[in-house]
Each structure stands twice: as structure tokens, then as C-alpha cells.
């Protein structure tokens, strides 16, 4: 029974491939015209950004609702290609593209207008993450392409700010959260340093004065930082931070000698990979409530990296399966990790990219069932994970027919 009626959606809407056993329903994306997609960025309302060839063989970035093939090309800045980074909530898209003069340039799309940020008195520029504000982070060259430094942009205002160095020569800007503070990375002579910024011209916070080096690689809603920092011991340890200097938190490993943190959500639940005491390494979740570090474990392999983590906890990143034969993208959700290969349908072999938003919803990147590499949108459609009886998908096949038809009267 659940096969035929599976047929009957696979026949009746092609775009839309459904493993009923998991209860996840797959999108095929589509492109903008050529054979190639990829997704990079995924916001709270099903929205995707990424990457595809256009007919014509070049590389735009795309913004898509979600549905099948109705991507939207964001175009170029005048040049050949445009690359997409990141996307906030209200459909806004940065990342970088290249000029008519062939120079390549951070960019802002909002709806289907695409700008120039401009960039830091030299010839490039790129756009790393947005708020929801339309405050834009990244980093540029300096005069004489000298120097890069991080910088925040204002849609409001129309203004790149040099958020300048830490008195080095060089920075970047890897996280913003909604209130405009800014989290990267300035050298100094003992290294790399940890910064914070509120997104004013160089008016940078150093977070460490410990001697050793330290890298911020995200920031969430209340100020919390997370990232790498350098042991007196010369090892790498995953730490957070409330921004206060020097009063950074190695939160350790699974027993090995090296961490890193990547991502943190609203409640501060911090994800990346550590060591175990075997030499393995894993993806975790740190509890600061708990202090505690939790394995999450791999696909069958060896090694596991977690790369985003949504409200709710649920978690995303890549791990090998069994005799490390390949890298999977994965999901993780009350304390099980899921390979994306199993719970997708009509694709094969998957990149390890995946991206999470705050529904459950994934994004990524694998070859369809015509052999061609495209985007591909993920959604659980069954609250709690069960799957679903026959009945239960008579209704979601009921449902879907009757979008169609609704879809064919519009048309008329």
C-alpha cells in the first residue's frame, strides 16, 4: 500500500520525491538554466540561497522560495559570476561578485536588486554573513590591496565600516548577530586574536590575553562567542566566551587533545569536533548549563564534524560510515544521528554541506535521478519522528493532488 501510493505522488508530481518510511519529503530545486546547482544558506522560512549554472554555462547565485524550479538568478555585478553566502530571514542574500572590470566585490541582493558594498579602498571584497537587520559582515583589501580588514555594512545607511585591526595589519569578520556585533579574528605579533566588535569603525574588543593565539567563529542574540583558542600546551581548544576579555572558557575535549567550536544557538548550546582519548574525532554539543560535552557519535567511521545547530538543538554537520568509506551529511535530533542519505529521496551521492534552519528544514546538495548535481530541499513532515501510517499518507497524497489541482485552476 505505502509503495503504490508513493508511485502515485512520484508519477503525479515529479519534482517532489518522498520517503515515506522517514516521513521526509524531498524538493529537487532545480536550476537557473544550466545542469549544476548547489545550496550554501538556508533561512527560517524554507528560503535557499546558493549557487547554478545559468544556460550559458556561467556561475550565479540564486535565491529559491523552495519550491521546484523556481529559483531566482541574482545576476552578476556586471562581470561573469556571483557566488551567494549567506541569507537572512527576510529572503536578503550576500557573497561576492565579480564587476565589470573584473574585480570581485561584496554584494547584497533584496529581491531581485543586486549591490555593490563596495570595498575598503582596494579591489576586493567579500560578504560572509547578514542580520536580520540587513547589517552585513565580511572582510575587504585596504588601499593598494595592502592589507585585508573585517568590515560591517548597513543596508539603513549604505555604509562599509573599516572595523580596523587590533594593531596588525590584518582582520576578519566571521559572525554578526541581530543587535550588530561583529566576531572574527585580527593578528597581532603572538597571533591571531579573538575579537568582538559593536560594528563601529576600529573599535575592536580583544576577547584574549592569555599570550597565545584564539580565533571567534560565532556570536548568538545574547553576546555569547564561541571559537578556537591556543593551550599554553600548544594544543587548539573550542571555547565561549560572554565577551568580557580574557575571560574565555576552554570547554575541552572528548578526551583527546584538540577541540573546535563553530557554531552556537539562542540558549548557548555550542557544537564542532573534538578528540577522543582513541585519536578519533567527533562531532559534540557543549551544555553550558552543564558544563558538559556530549559525543554524537559518526556514521559507522571514524570522524564527525558538527556545523550548525538551530533553536530547538537539532543539529547538522558531515560523517564518515563505515570503514570511511564516504563522507555523509548528517541530522541529529533527540539524541540520534541520522544519515541525510537515508532519510532523502531521488538523490545520490550527497555532499557533505547540509544546512539546518530553525523549522528542521535541511538544504543541501546531491545528483537527482537524471544524473545532474542540484540543490535539493528537505522537510519533515510528521511532528516527532514517526512514521506515518497508510492512512496518514492517503492524506498527504490527497493534500498534494489537491494542490495540483488548485495549481492547474490558476492557471487556466
Known sequence: MKKSIQALVLAAFPFITTNVYAAWVTIDLGTIGGNYSEA?????????????????????????????????????LGGASSGAAAINDSGQ????????????????????????????????SQARAINKNGQVVGYGYTTANSAYHAFRY????????????????????????????????????????????????????????????????????????????????GRKHAF??????????????????DSYAVAINASGKIVGDASTATGQSHAFVFDEGTNQMTDLGTLGGTYSSASGINTAGQIVGFAYTAGDAAAHPF???????????ELVSGFTNLSSNIFL???????????????????????????????????SITLLFMGLLGLGACRRTRIK
Open 154 to 233: 548597513s543596508s539603513a545607511t549604505g555604509e562599509m565600516n573599516d572595523l580596523g585591526t587590533l594593531g596588525g595589519a590584518l582582520s576578519m569578520a566571521t559572525g554578526i548577530n541581530d543587535s550588530g556585533q561583529v566576531v572574527g579574528w585580527a593578528d597581532l605579533a603572538k597571533g591571531q586574536q579573538a575579537f568582538r566588535s559593536n560594528g563601529n569603525a576600529n573599535q575592536m574588543t580583544d576577547l584574549d590575553n592569555s599570550g597565545n593565539s584564539s580565533q571567534a567563529t560565532a556570536i548568538n542574540g545574547s553576546g555569547r562567542v564561541v571559537g578556537v583558542l591556543n593551550t599554553a600546551g
Open 240 to 257: 565561549f566566551t560572554n565577551g568580557t576579555p580574557g575571560q574565555m572558557n576552554d570547554i575541552g575535549t572528548l578526551g583527546g587533545t
Open 357 to 391: 534552519n530553525d523549522v528542521g528544514q535541511l538544504a543541501g546538495t546531491g545528483t537527482n535521478m537524471d544524473g545532474q548535481t542540484h540543490a535539493f530541499l528537505l522537510t519533515h513532515v510528521v511532528a516527532g519522528g514517526a512514521v506515518p501510517e497508510p492512512a
Open 331 to 341: 541530522f541529529y535530533d533527540n539524541g540520534n544521528m541520522f544519515d541525510v542519505a
Open 93 to 124: 542574500v550576500v557573497g561576492s561578485a565579480k564587476t565589470i572590470g573584473g574585480q570581485t566585490r561584496a554584494f547584497l541582493a533584496s529581491a531581485n536588486q543586486m549591490t555593490d558594498l563596495g570595498a575598503l579602498g582596494g579591489t576586493f
Open 40 to 76: 550554501t544558506a538556508i533561512n527560517k522560512t524554507g528560503q535557499v540561497a546558493g549557487n547554478s549554472k545559468t544556460m550559458g554555462g556561467q556561475t550565479h547565485a540564486f535565491r529559491s522560495n523552495g519550491s521546484a524550479n523556481q529559483m531566482t538568478d541574482l545576476g552578476t
